[in-house]
């Protein structure tokens, strides 16, 4: 399964709202969506799973959704720290897969 | 602590072998999946293997499949990847991550990650 994400790049004011964008080649199951968020030089971080749960930690502004082959990451309210590439993955119970990424600027 | 420590990276020769290790710590390493996820220079994530708690399932992607082996010991609390056949497009940062919980079967993400330990391939 291929994840498509867009836009590539996104460039949004603080307290502005980001809806990103993951989109699969086959249905994938709720269950395995799941998207991360990488800041500059440190190693991913789960940020939703099972396509609309919040991980362990995770600001409330953050929010998954969608099902089959169209998902959104919403980010709610942009803070400065938000400033990150996010990345949606899926598993199909032979692999996983990761889409390419959206970078999210702060102006 | 939750914690992942990658080790083992370091500059080798195209065609040479490499192992890399990942100490668990601060959880029951043997209740999860353990999976390897690589990020090349400026590029994004790849999954490269995932390991059961058991062994009994591992799974390759294509990119690596033939030439990298994923192995795991429970009573070292550690997961390994020996890599083989090197060639130039696996320099990458090599992470660790933990995978699906194998008590409850369920799946809440990769939610521990390592450092990474940076792989170069070159000559």
């Known amino acids: 399964i291929v994840l498509t994400q867009s836009p590539g790049t996104l460039s949004l004011s603080p307290g502005e709202r980001a809806t990103l964008s993951c989109r699969a080649s086959?249905?994938?199951?709720?269950?395995?969506l799941t998207w991360y968020q990488q800041k500059p030089g440190q190693a991913p971080r789960l940020l939703i799973f099972?396509?609309?749960r919040r991980a362990t930690g995770i600001p409330d502004r953050f929010s998954g959704s969608g099902s089959g082959t169209d998902f959104t990451l919403t980010i709610s309210r942009l803070e400065p720290e938000d400033l990150a590439v996010y990345y949606c993955q899926q598993y199909d119970g032979s692999s996983f897969t990761f889409g390419p990424g959206t970078k999210v600027e702060i102006k | 602590q939750v914690q992942l420590v990658e080790s083992g990276g370091r500059l080798v020769k195209p065609g040479g072998s490499l192992r890399l290790s990942c100490a668990a710590s601060g959880f029951t390493f043997s209740d999860y999946y353990m999976s390897w996820i690589r990020q090349a220079p400026g590029k994004g994530l790849e999954w490269i293997s995932d390991i059961s708690s058991s062994t009994n399932t591992i799974l390759y992607a294509d990119s690596v499949k033939g030439r990298f082996t994923i192995s795991r010991d429970n009573a070292k609390n550690s997961l390994y990847l020996q890599m083989s056949s090197l060639r130039a497009e696996d320099t990458a940062v090599y992470y660790c991550?933990?995978?699906?919980?194998?008590?409850?079967?369920?799946?809440?993400?990769?939610?521990?990650w390592g450092q990474g330990t940076t792989v170069t391939v070159s000559s």
């Open positions: 099972g396509a609309s």
């Open positions: 086959q249905s994938v199951s709720t269950s395995y």
């Open positions: 991550a933990r995978s699906q919980d194998a008590v409850t079967n369920q799946y809440y993400g990769m939610n521990v």
